[in-house]
């Protein structure tokens, strides 16, 4: 009509022509746009896919429950229902009202999201099959679980979705290293790791074995455990084996002795627990060997767990198989990197989180690579003691071996190597290197000599020998004013940031005012006596000849000898007393000293040293500068 209406009037100014030609072809193209718009789908819109109703969901949720595999149906990305099999698998059994209703995600570890993200992409497409890839749910307790999910969207149901897990996958997990290279770096290890069957037969056992026993792998794979024991030894461990692999006991700890291919008898200790499959059966048991010959009650060498993965999570470090780049990037880092670091190991792969490299002491980085890489050039073992920061930013040392892996044509294709944490070690080592320090400088007695020297000394005097008297000098007071004001000087040197971290500072500090203490003692500073440090601002002095200076005489009884020690006591005291200066300011000394005298009733040289002390503590309650003998 409006295209009549639009000739009528144009035609009016051009002509009868123009009126007859123009409805036409707006009709024409009218009907052209018309058949065209109708097979365009932009012009009717997508389809609108109809909700699933009630009778739908329930059909779906009664085909989830017929399945016995785990299985759960969603709406978009809700659950809506969820069998007994997929409740149990994540320990939620008889409690589906926490589960149904939630994201699907809720359960995914977060990792996982984009993944299932995409496994949903490929389910929404018409033509495309069922998905499937690995995916990790989190069980109540928080701990992941690796499956392998199958995504099916069912056509009754209108945009619902059955997921299907298969138990199988958490054997095969996507980003760890093969089994192979796994074996490769057990193999590595000086402890034996062994796998033995409900029988007590050899299923698996690392080269370490051949190292420690001298017999094959390939004669010991099949056989019974107890033959390379003692005959004397196998009854029992045998039935400790069986007892672990029916479930009747938890655990084995015992040191049994073992017979090599030559016939010589050793010592091991020998730890197993049963093996527990992901499903809960029971299937033999794991479990080390550690030879302990020369050290039947030695340090314990790790324990064991599940075959392969299991086993690496208990050894006492980190093992790792990583690239040869300053980051030190990781390929595989076992379990024990949690223990060690504080790092889950899927943050140090491919520096997911953070590079290893980067955990290391910036002072220790240049000499690290110095070191393998020397070693990595003549084909060699590595062994390198340095410092790392835990996920806390402290530092720990540890001590790492490893070596390079090459192929046949000489190129190095990755490092492997194993990291103990050695703080302890090295903590002793220091407290040892600085009480040396400290007698060299001070000129004092250590503590094992003069613990001998006393022994001796009182022995002598209870079989006729001259008398002797024992000083336990405190000045232990001293201790909280040194706290304080090395906090003070170490605050003074962070703020300056002209030296080291505030806390070395603070240690120098307090050796300087130790070192200034033990330099007052001059007035027993001569060969009648003998002076060394017990620990926190505490002292020992074994004096023998009460008249320094002159020449010694033996003392007719007590009525000359508690006069010659309160002498050399007060002189001690008094030297002792004067103010020490510490950050610049006067602190006062206080000093109190107990005094044994040799005697008969005290049986050996701990029950004199007893004594002393017990007479410095009630000097101390007396106040600072007091002496006290200790009571008869």
Known sequence: MLALLFAAVVGSWHGADT????????????????????????????????????????????????????????????????????????????????????????????????????????????????????????????????MRASLSPLSSVPG??????????????????????????????????????????????????????????????????????????????????????????????????????????????????????PGGDLVGVLGTLTEVTRRRRGEDMGSSRRYLNTLLANVPGMVYRGRNDPDWTMEFVSDGSMDLIGYEPWELVDNHRIAFGSLIH???????????????????????????????????????????????????????????????????????????????????????????????????????????????????????????????????VLASGVAGPGSLAGEAAAEQVLATVARRFRPVNYPGAAVSYLDNYQFVVLLTDFRAGETARALAGSNELIPAVSQLAGRLVQELSAPLSIGGREVSVPVAVGIALSDQRYIGAEAMLGAARRAATQAAELGPGHCEFADE
């Open 362 to 492: 910036p002072d220790d980085r240049e000499f690290v690579w110095a070191q393998v890489q020397a070693n990595l050039a003549q084909h060699k073992p590595y062994q390198i003691s340095y410092r790392i920061a835990d996920v806390s930013g402290n530092y720990l040392w540890v001590w790492e071996q490893g070596r390079g892996v090459f192929s046949s044509q000489d190129e190095l294709l990755a490092i492997e190597g194993f990291i103990t944490n050695v703080s302890e070690r090295r903590g002793a080592e220091e407290k040892a290197r600085r009480r040396m320090w400290f007698e060299a400088r001070t000129g004092m007695t250590s503590r094992a000599i003069f613990d001998a020297l006393l022994a001796w000394t009182l022995h002598q005097s209870q079989i006729g020998g001259p008398p002797f008297a024992l000083l336990w000098v405190d000045v232990s007071g001293l201790s909280s004013a040194v706290s304080v004001r090395g906090s003070e000087v170490a605050e003074q």
């Open 19 to 146: 009126v007859v030609a123009l409805p036409a072809f707006v009709a024409a193209t009218g009907l052209l746009v018309l058949v065209l718009a109708r097979r365009l789908p932009w012009y009717v819109g997508a389809p609108h896919r109809p909700e699933a109703n009630a009778q739908q969901v329930q059909w779906a949720g009664q085909l989830c429950h017929n399945i016995s595999s785990p299985s759960v149906t969603i709406q978009g990305q809700q659950i809506t229902f969820a069998n007994q099999a997929f409740l149990a698998l994540l320990n939620y059994r008889g409690q589906a009202d926490q589960v149904v209703g939630l994201p699907f995600t809720n359960l995914l570890h977060p990792v996982d999201h984009g993944r299932f993200a995409a496994l949903l992409a490929r389910a929404g497409n018409a033509d495309a099959a069922d998905a499937d890839d690995v995916l990790r749910l989190v069980r109540s307790d928080g701990s992941a679980l690796k």
């Open 160 to 277: 619902s979705l059955l997921i299907q897990f298969s138990p199988d996958a958490t054997m095969t997990p996507a980003r760890d290293a093969p089994e192979g290279a796994m074996t490769s770096l057990l193999d590595q290890l000086d402890l034996v790791l062994f796998h033995a069957d409900a029988e007590g037969r050899i299923v698996y056992v690392n080269r370490a074995w051949e190292r420690l026993t001298g017999r094959s792998l390939a004669d010991s794979r099949g056989r019974p455990l107890s033959v390379a024991l003692h005959p004397e030894d196998r009854d029992a461990v045998d039935k400790s084996l069986a007892a672990l692999a029916g479930g009747q006991s938890d655990h084995l700890g015992t040191e049994v002795r073992m017979v090599n291919g030559g016939g010589t008898v050793f010592w091991v200790l020998l730890r197993a627990q049963g093996c527990i499959e």
